[in-house]
């Protein structure tokens, strides 16, 4: 298949393991320059070194994007990956918890915490991201 990205950028987050490994490698094998990102640098770079071992282009970033400031160095760390450009964002990051909402046993904290996890962390990407995309009209 050939989605027309060859040596384009993108950034998957949550892309250390999982569902998120699997669409690295899929843009990898399109020929795009993929970020690997995980909560710790650690967590990344295997996946970026089995795009690279496969004859991809891959970089790995870290940072926990739950956080105002860990979201900071993550898109910092993949805008210096990728010379200041990435074409492509895919906010794969989130989780969720076993359990029922609406069990009495489930305080506000874990509400927070997959709120900050699945949508909070993806907001505060676009937010950082978009920018230098729609300067350059691609993304």
Same mark, same amino acid.
């Given at each position: 298949?050939?989605?027309?990205?060859? +040596?384009?950028? @993108? %950034? /998957?987050? !949550?892309?250390?393991?999982?569902?998120? &490994?699997?669409? #690295?490698?899929?843009?990898?094998?399109? +020929?795009?320059? @993929? %970020? /690997?990102? !995980?909560?710790?640098?650690?967590?990344? &770079?295997?996946? #970026?070194?089995?795009?690279?071992?496969? +004859?991809?282009?891959?970089?790995?970033? !870290?940072?926990?994007?739950?956080?105002?400031?860990?979201?900071?160095?993550?898109?910092?760390?993949?805008?210096?990956?990728?010379?200041?450009?990435?074409?492509?964002?895919?906010?794969?990051?989130?989780?969720?918890?076993?359990?029922?909402?609406?069990?009495?046993?489930?305080?506000?904290?874990?509400?927070?915490?997959?709120?900050?996890?699945?949508?909070?962390?993806?907001?505060?990407?676009?937010?950082?991201?978009?920018?230098?995309?729609?300067?350059?009209?691609?993304?």
């Amino acid at each position: 298949m050939d989605l027309g990205i060859s +040596g384009k950028t @993108v %950034l /998957v987050t !949550g892309s250390s393991r999982g569902t998120g &490994e699997a669409i #690295a490698h899929g843009f990898a094998a399109e +020929g795009a320059h @993929v %970020l /690997v990102h !995980g909560l710790a640098l650690d967590d990344a &770079e295997p996946v #970026a070194a089995a795009i690279v071992e496969a +004859g991809g282009k891959a970089s790995a970033i !870290g940072g926990d994007i739950t956080t105002e400031a860990g979201s900071e160095t993550a898109a910092d760390d993949a805008l210096a990956a990728a010379e200041g450009r990435i074409d492509i964002l895919i906010n794969n990051y989130g989780t969720g918890e076993r359990g029922f909402w609406f069990d009495a046993k489930t305080g506000s904290d874990a509400w927070i915490d997959v709120y900050q996890k699945n949508v909070l962390s993806a907001m505060r990407m676009i937010r950082k991201l978009t920018p230098q995309m729609k300067a350059r009209g691609w993304g």
